[in-house]
């Protein structure tokens, strides 16, 4: 698991998106589960640690091969 350390301004959106390029439901409740000490911030605190889980990527086939 990797650490984060807020900078003056930091917000956990933006933190996660610069970790993982892109952010949806799956990676933050991951994130989330790992920082319980953060859910009641919007702006970080400065020296606040962010841990970042390693989040495994699903691929999924596309189900649009064939329409019929």
Same mark, same amino acid.
């Given at each position: ?16 998106f ?9 990676i933050?409740?991951? %994130? ?8 009641? $911030? &919007? #702006?970080? +605190? %400065? ?7 390693e989040? $495994? &990527? #699903?691929? +999924? ?8």
């Amino acid at each position: 698991m990797n650490q984060y350390r807020a900078i003056e301004g930091d917000r956990l959106d933006i933190i996660v998106f610069k970790a993982y390029g892109r952010i949806d439901a799956h990676i933050m409740d991951a %994130v989330m589960e790992a920082n319980p000490h953060l859910l009641d $911030k &919007t #702006v970080l +605190s %400065v020296g606040d640690i962010v841990y970042l889980p390693e989040i $495994k &990527t #699903v691929q +999924s086939e596309s189900t649009a091969k064939a329409l019929w």
